[in-house]
């Protein structure tokens, strides 16, 4: 167990600059983990621990080794550096003790699996590092147990995110989390109130990113937790949804998260693959936003239930979602591109299905289809096949599902042919149209482009005298 010569030569700078002003800097927590599980990050990140005055240490060090500086928690003494070397992000984050020593600060970690220190000094000598490692708390012994386990019974009233960070461990790590430390998670759940929405997100969507995030979502549900995290859950249970779905608004929405990643799995097409592995902020990527979209997808249900004539409906519930959705992304501090494609996946989740309603689609309809759900098409056909697979009431035949699979395949192959093609040129430009037909401008000329735009896609106006043709009945 040692660091490879890389990490020596990015850990050099650091503890050379510390020795000359007389610090001593101790290693923690992730890093040192992940050593033990021999477990390699895309880009790796080194968690220091110093006695005090860490920010003003860190803010030095980023101007001697020219990288990006910022305070996570200037209360904690927090800070984080960021440099690029090799092809590879480094973070290094410097936080002051919390306690008058080492011991008391690893009992203020979260885990004992992060409650593991070594000094700095240690780490850059070629040798076998296990047998130096500072474990008070006997992480190594859980990590080789796979058990998450807090290290002290007050972890979560210091921190309650804590209680989402077991979980992202557990998802990430493929660890179990120890019976007490539920107990806990539970008892505590209501503190997620004071936490802020960005920090919410980033272990929601570390969950999301895994294979399995069905399952922990499954597992923080039985706790309660998820309704203090989104609230807007406990109006979607038990509410159900007429002779079409064998689950009600809530159990079928954790399904269709359930779904989608059974469709993610049996995915071989490269070109899929790629445009689900898309980052679409930051670190996060489609595939764990697809699944956010999924999880949201429903939620404008309990504010659109109607019994009427015997029937249970929900109409309007995708215009009504929508809202809600934007609502819940804004708290969780989501980006715009992150808002705008869960705007796309919820509003139009239903159209895959209307399109399934006929045996082969109009090319008006499918062009219409494809122009709305933009670059977001894909994710939607991927949602409506995962939505329509958790619906399994008596009145829901096979010859449906068998219809609606068609259809959604058909799609698929229509736009990733789509995305190989040149967008054609426009046959008129608004100015060639006000100058023929002697208008000013207004929102008509917006609208005889958009159906000349939709003729052309559909092969019904191949030229510009066509086109001209088409504008001169449009305009009337």
Same mark, same amino acid.
């Given at each position: 167990?040692?660091?490879?010569?890389?990490?020596?030569?990015?850990?050099?700078? +650091?503890?050379?600059?510390? &020795?000359?002003?007389?610090?001593?800097?101790?290693?923690?927590?992730?890093?040192?983990?992940?050593?033990?599980?021999?477990?390699? %990050?895309?880009?790796?990140?080194? @968690?220091?621990?110093? #006695?005090?005055?860490?920010?003003?240490?860190?803010?030095?060090?980023?101007?001697?080794?020219?990288?990006?500086?910022?305070?996570?928690?200037?209360?904690?003494?927090?800070?984080?550096?960021?440099?690029?070397?090799?092809?590879? =992000?480094? &973070?290094?984050?410097?936080?002051?003790?919390?306690?008058?020593?080492?011991?008391?600060?690893?009992?203020?970690?979260?885990? /004992?699996?992060?409650?593991?220190?070594? #000094?700095?000094?240690?780490?850059?000598?070629?040798?076998?590092?296990?047998? *130096?490692?500072?474990?008070?708390?006997?992480?190594?012994?859980?990590?080789?147990?796979? *058990?998450?386990?807090?290290?002290?019974?007050?972890?979560?009233?210091?921190?309650?995110? !804590?209680?989402?960070?077991?979980?992202?461990?557990?998802?990430?790590? $493929?660890?179990?989390?120890?019976?007490?430390?539920?107990?806990?998670?539970?008892?505590?759940?209501?503190?997620?109130?004071? +936490?802020?929405?960005?920090?919410?997100?980033?272990?929601?969507?570390?969950?999301?990113? &895994?294979?399995?995030?069905?399952?922990?979502?499954?597992?923080?549900?039985?706790?309660?937790?998820?309704?203090?995290?989104?609230?807007?859950?406990?109006?979607?249970?038990?509410?159900?949804?007429?002779?079409?779905?064998?689950?009600?608004?809530?159990?079928?929405?954790?399904?269709?998260?359930?779904?989608?990643?059974?469709?993610? %799995?049996?995915?071989?097409?490269?070109?899929?693959?790629?445009?689900?592995?898309?980052?679409?902020?930051?670190?996060? !990527?489609?595939?764990?936003?697809?699944?956010?979209?999924?999880?949201?997808?429903?939620?404008?249900?309990?504010?659109?239930?109607?019994?009427?004539?015997?029937? /249970?409906?929900?109409?309007?519930?995708?215009?009504?979602?929508?809202?809600?959705?934007?609502?819940?992304?804004?708290?969780?501090?989501?980006?715009?591109?992150?808002?705008?494609?869960?705007?796309?996946?919820?509003?139009?989740?239903?159209?895959?299905?209307?399109?399934? @309603?006929?045996?082969?689609?109009?090319?008006?309809?499918?062009? #219409?289809?494809?122009?709305?759900?933009?670059?977001?098409?894909?994710?939607?056909?991927?949602?409506?096949?995962?939505?329509?697979?958790?619906?399994?009431?008596?009145?829901?035949?096979? $010859?449906?599902?068998?219809?609606?699979?068609?259809?959604?395949?058909?799609?698929? %192959?229509?736009?990733?042919?789509?995305?190989?093609?040149?967008?054609?040129? #426009?046959?008129?430009?608004?100015?060639? *149209?006000?100058?023929?037909?002697?208008?000013?401008?207004?929102?008509?000329?917006?609208?005889?482009?958009?159906? =000349?735009?939709?003729?052309?896609?559909?092969?019904?106006?191949?030229? !510009?005298?066509?086109?001209? %043709?088409?504008?001169?009945?449009?305009?009337?």
């Amino acid at each position: 167990m040692r660091f490879t010569l890389k990490e020596r030569g990015m850990l050099m700078p +650091v503890y050379n600059f510390a &020795t000359n002003r007389g610090l001593k800097l101790y290693l923690v927590g992730g890093v040192l983990r992940d050593l033990i599980l021999k477990r390699e %990050k895309e880009n790796p990140d080194f @968690d220091f621990a110093i #006695r005090s005055g860490a920010i003003s240490f860190g803010r030095r060090l980023a101007k001697e080794l020219r990288c990006g500086f910022v305070i996570l928690d200037k209360e904690h003494g927090s800070c984080r550096l960021v440099k690029k070397y090799g092809g590879q =992000i480094y &973070t290094f984050d410097f936080t002051d003790f919390r306690g008058k020593c080492l011991e008391e600060d690893l009992r203020h970690r979260d885990f /004992t699996i992060n409650a593991i220190a070594l #000094r700095l000094e240690e780490a850059l000598d070629d040798v076998d590092l296990s047998k *130096i490692l500072i474990d008070p708390y006997e992480g190594r012994v859980d990590i080789k147990k796979k *058990i998450i386990r807090v290290v002290d019974t007050g972890a979560f009233a210091e921190d309650p995110l !804590r209680i989402l960070r077991a979980f992202s461990f557990s998802a990430i790590l $493929n660890f179990n989390i120890d019976k007490n430390t539920l107990k806990l998670a539970k008892l505590n759940r209501n503190r997620l109130i004071s +936490v802020s929405g960005e920090r919410i997100r980033d272990e929601i969507f570390k969950v999301f990113a &895994t294979e399995r995030a069905h399952d922990y979502f499954l597992a923080l549900d039985k706790l309660k937790i998820l309704d203090t995290v989104f609230p807007e859950i406990k109006k979607m249970r038990r509410i159900g949804q007429g002779p079409y779905h064998h689950l009600d608004v809530w159990q079928h929405t954790l399904e269709t998260v359930r779904q989608l990643e059974l469709i993610f %799995k049996g995915i071989k097409n490269e070109e899929i693959a790629a445009y689900l592995n898309t980052d679409i902020c930051a670190s996060r !990527r489609r595939k764990a936003l697809l699944k956010f979209g999924a999880f949201l997808h429903d939620f404008g249900k309990p504010k659109t239930l109607r019994h009427q004539k015997g029937r /249970t409906t929900f109409h309007g519930h995708e215009r009504v979602g929508l809202r809600i959705a934007e609502d819940i992304a804004r708290r969780l501090k989501l980006s715009n591109d992150e808002i705008y494609s869960l705007h796309k996946m919820v509003l139009w989740h239903l159209r895959p299905g209307y399109l399934a @309603d006929t045996n082969s689609p109009t090319p008006r309809a499918k062009f #219409r289809y494809f122009r709305d759900a933009g670059v977001e098409a894909l994710s939607v056909l991927l949602l409506s096949l995962a939505d329509q697979r958790s619906t399994k009431g008596p009145l829901t035949t096979f $010859n449906a599902r068998k219809q609606h699979e068609k259809v959604v395949a058909k799609l698929i %192959k229509e736009y990733l042919k789509k995305g190989k093609e040149k967008i054609p040129e #426009r046959l008129l430009s608004g100015n060639d *149209i006000m100058k023929e037909f002697k208008l000013g401008p207004s929102p008509l000329i917006g609208k005889i482009l958009s159906e =000349i735009e939709e003729l052309q896609a559909i092969g019904k106006v191949k030229n !510009r005298k066509e086109a001209l %043709k088409a504008a001169a009945k449009l305009r009337r």
